[in-house]
């Protein structure tokens, strides 16, 4: 059972910072693809950063150039770091990770708040 603990959430004021973390329960090295994607209430859940197995990293317009995903394998941990956030960005955040077989699994969420 592929577990995905994220962390790293809380209230922080427009242009503000976070950097959230997803721990794995296994090697993130045998997982295609790792990402995060947010949900707010009303909404649909969107994706906010994706990264393959080659390191080819992908954001929509919506994010790119303030938020950035990265790993290490050495943690089993993939990171996104959050910069210049806005209050359109206040969702829940989760770790996503896609594992042979098309699985994709899911971490429990953290509560990204951004409001003055």
């Known amino acids: 059972q592929v577990q995905l603990v994220e962390s790293g959430g809380g209230s922080v004021q427009p242009g503000g910072s976070l950097k959230l973390s997803c721990v794995a329960s296994s090697d993130i090295g045998s997982f295609y693809s790792m990402g995060w994607y947010r949900q707010a209430p009303g909404n649909q859940r969107e994706l906010v950063a994706h990264?393959?197995?080659?390191?080819?990293?992908v954001y929509p317009d919506s994010v790119k150039g303030r938020f950035t995903i990265s790993r290490v394998y050495a943690k089993n941990t993939v990171y996104l770091q959050m910069n210049s956030l806005k209050p359109e960005d206040t969702a829940v955040y989760y770790c996503s990770a896609e594992g042979p077989g098309l699985a994709q699994y899911w971490g429990q969420g953290t509560q990204v708040t951004v409001s003055s």
């Open positions: 990264i393959t197995t080659s390191g080819k990293t």
